[in-house]
């Protein structure tokens, strides 16, 4: 019976998590996460390094590639690591788990993450999807 009682109260709150958007203290919306990038690279300009790699098709949003090093702008014969934070627009988790990972790696000032700055040429692409992202967040086209 408690089984059964469960699956009602998820069978009736589905429809109105579907319909909710994320919540703004929690999650990053697209301009606030590109923004949250720049602010890296203008912190630590040495570690971090943004480039445009693209533009999504409808909108023309810009894709972003973050390279994290000990130097940035050098290219160094290392292990490479490519993280895609979000391709389907409803994983804003992974931005979120991305973007704090990108932060500790480059905030941090010595252990595990300053040796990974020193071995790893880390790359991140914030979202693959930015159209995507926008309408999850209600600023997309209707």
Not at 75 to 101: C, K, S, W
């Amino acid at each position: 019976m408690k089984n059964l009682t469960m699956l009602l109260a998820l069978l009736l709150l589905l429809p109105s998590m579907a319909s909710a958007q994320p919540d703004p203290d929690c999650y990053h919306n697209l301009d606030a996460l590109y923004e949250a990038y720049f602010d890296l690279q203008d912190q630590f300009p040495e570690r971090v390094k943004i480039d445009s790699i693209g533009h999504s098709q409808q909108d023309s949003l810009p894709v972003y590639l973050v390279k994290i090093s000990n130097d940035a702008y050098t290219d160094y014969n290392r292990p490479t690591v490519l993280y895609f934070a979000q391709i389907h627009a409803e994983e804003v988790i992974g931005i979120e788990l991305i973007y704090q990972m990108a932060e500790q790696l480059v905030t941090q000032p010595g252990g595990d993450w300053r040796q990974r700055r020193f071995q790893l040429e880390t790359y991140i692409i914030p979202t693959f999807n930015p159209e995507g992202l926008r309408v999850v967040w209600g600023e997309g086209p209707d």
